[in-house]
Nanobody, 124 residues
Framework: QVQLVESGGGLVQAGASLRLSCVVSGRTFSTYAMGWFRQAPGKEREFIATISRSDMSTHYADSVKGRFTISRDDAKNTGYLQMSSLKPEDTAVYYC?????????????????WGQGTQVTVSS
């Protein structure tokens, strides 16, 4: 059974930075593509970023491009989301997700495993 555990969320002011971590256990992380999503109150879950296995190809939502960076450290079974220049509209619960396969994936339905989420709140 694959388990994902996010950490690193919190309350910050606009313009600040945060780094979210996602530790994956149970299987070989290097065989999984990984994604980050977020969900604000009253809104649908939104794709943020994804990174493939092996060649580390990445893709971002337009809303975070240039501000957020997704990365992974397979030796540590950990994925990261570095968030900079945070805005109040970035406030949401952030989820990491994993799917075994090549390429990268932008649809939440593509992912088989999900973390429990970590709250990010950005004050103005």
């Amino acid at each position: 059974q694959v388990q994902l555990v996010e950490s690193g969320g919190g309350l910050v002011q606009a313009g600040a930075s945060l780094r979210l971590s996602c530790v994956v256990s149970g299987r070989t992380f290097s065989t999984y593509a990984m994604g980050w999503f977020r969900q604000a109150p009253g809104k649908e879950r939104e794709f943020i970023a994804t990174i493939s296995r092996s060649d580390m190809s990445t893709h971002y939502a337009d809303s975070v491009k240039g501000r957020f960076t997704i990365s992974r450290d397979d030796a540590k079974n950990t994925g990261y989301l570095q968030m900079s220049s945070l805005k109040p509209e970035d406030t949401a619960v952030y989820y990491c997700a994993a799917v075994q396969g090549g390429g990268f994936y932008m649809l939440s339905a593509s992912y088989h495993y999900w973390g429990q989420g970590t709250q990010v709140t950005v004050s103005s």
